[in-house]
């Protein structure tokens, strides 16, 4: 498939329910898929989508996918990335993690970080094109932690 050009925003006021019917979509899917439907926490999501600084890709006036992000002492963790599954394979994902990217270095911070699950390939594989690297979580082995240390500003 051909890539998908988005443009990058904030989330604004009225976003929140199409970001949650999006990871309906997506994300509850996925956790069933991979045999841990506990892993998709609709109450969770949402405090998220209230407290979190949340990014999302447009194009053509439609929702492509979002990404939720928080700073923690300095790092700036990626809490959640969302795809619009009509958009996948677009690249909406890779254009999003590069907008991770640039706030987190424009801000100073150190490094970039995700936890992903250790059965998530495709996500897995995402973070290692940016140049992720991956450990084990040590008090959740069943989570990677990928991470990016960011050059000085």
Same mark, same amino acid.
């Given at each position: ?13 009225? =976003? ?34 209230? =407290? ?7 194009? =053509? ?12 002492? %300095? ?32 801000? %100073? ?45």
């Amino acid at each position: 498939m051909e890539r998908l050009q988005c443009e990058i925003r904030l989330m604004r006021p009225g =976003d929140e329910s199409v970001l949650y019917l999006l990871a309906e979509q997506n994300l509850r899917p996925l956790a069933s898929q991979s045999g841990h439907p506990e892993r998709y926490h609709p109450d969770e999501l949402l405090h998220l989508l209230r =407290d979190a600084e949340v990014f999302i890709a447009e194009a =053509d006036d439609e929702v492509a996918g979002y990404v939720a992000v928080e700073d923690d002492a %300095g790092d700036l963790v990626v809490r959640c990335l969302c795809v619009n599954p009509a958009h996948e394979a677009r690249a909406v994902a890779h254009q999003l993690l590069d907008w991770v990217e640039g706030v987190a270095f424009n801000r %100073g911070a150190r490094r970039v970080e995700a936890f992903v699950p250790a059965d998530d390939a495709a996500s897995r594989h995402l973070f290692q094109h940016h140049d992720f690297s991956g450990v084990p979580e040590s008090d959740r082995p069943e989570l990677i932690i990928m991470e990016k240390r960011l050059p000085e500003p």
